[in-house]
């Protein structure tokens, strides 16, 4: 079964709405939750990692202000796209380690967002 | 930083053909290698990885990836495709030795197996 669960799978929202998306670790303690974009026919572009209890780092162009992370368990994280504009749409998918050498690693199922 | 290419976007092949695709990295340090599985419509299935060891990996479905260290590759290969192997692969590295880091994958490459 999924050891990583992603909530919604799809969500479908009028421009300047903030849509939260739903990370969580099933059976394993998450350390660190990476959130990932996807644009169609494209590879998966790193967004942010987060490391639970503390704040989310955001890689170049990332503007943190728009895509609010929080890591406040170690099953949880949370991503809320705020004021959501039509060029946010995308298929965002988080991904959850755990362990220390790597062997936990594993992906949601991803949700695809569709702003009007 | 890492980088990862790969260099076929879309490759053709009839079924029970031979596969391989190949995967480059650029990183200067130790690297953990991924291969991952994109279905139609469906999330990533890991389909092997390489930590350290034998740096032949056997995967699922009959997949298997060569680490060549000196050539800076871990190409996937399986000896003969079916239909159902219809899907985007994705080649992914991270750092080996600094903890939990992300994943940095190449554009992937699609594979359209044909009867």
């Known amino acids: 079964g999924a050891v990583v669960s992603q909530h919604p799978s799809r969500v479908i929202c009028k421009s300047g709405t903030s849509v939260k998306i739903e990370c969580r670790s099933l059976d394993f303690q998450a350390t660190t939750m990476f959130w990932y974009r996807q644009f169609p026919k494209q590879s998966l572009m790193l967004m942010a990692t987060?490391?639970?209890?503390?704040?989310?780092?955001?890689e170049q162009g990332v503007e943190k202000d728009k895509f609010l992370i929080n890591h406040a368990s170690l099953t949880l994280s949370t991503l809320t796209v705020t004021s959501a504009h039509p060029e946010d749409s995308s298929f965002y998918i988080c991904?959850?380690?755990?362990?220390?050498?790597?062997?936990?690693?594993?992906f949601g199922s991803g949700t695809q967002l569709s702003v009007l | 930083a890492q980088s990862v290419s790969q260099h076929n976007h879309h490759v053709i092949l009839s079924e029970a053909a031979s596969l391989e695709l190949g995967c480059n990295y650029s990183y200067g340090g130790t690297v953990n290698l991924f291969w991952y599985v994109q279905y139609p419509g469906q999330h990533l299935q890991l389909l092997l990885k390489y930590f350290s060891g034998d740096p032949l990996v056997k995967g699922i479905k009959g997949f298997e990836a060569e680490f060549i260290k000196s050539k800076f590759s871990f190409n996937l290969r399986k000896p003969s495709v079916q239909w159902s192997d219809t899907a985007e692969y994705f080649c992914?590295?991270?750092?080996?030795?600094?903890?939990?880091?992300?994943?940095?994958f190449g554009k992937g490459t699609r594979l359209s197996v044909i009867a």
């Open positions: 991904s959850a380690a755990g362990g220390t050498g790597h062997e936990k690693l594993f």
């Open positions: 992914a590295v991270n750092a080996g030795n600094s903890g939990n880091t992300p994943l940095v």
């Open positions: 987060s490391n639970e209890g503390s704040k989310a780092t955001y």
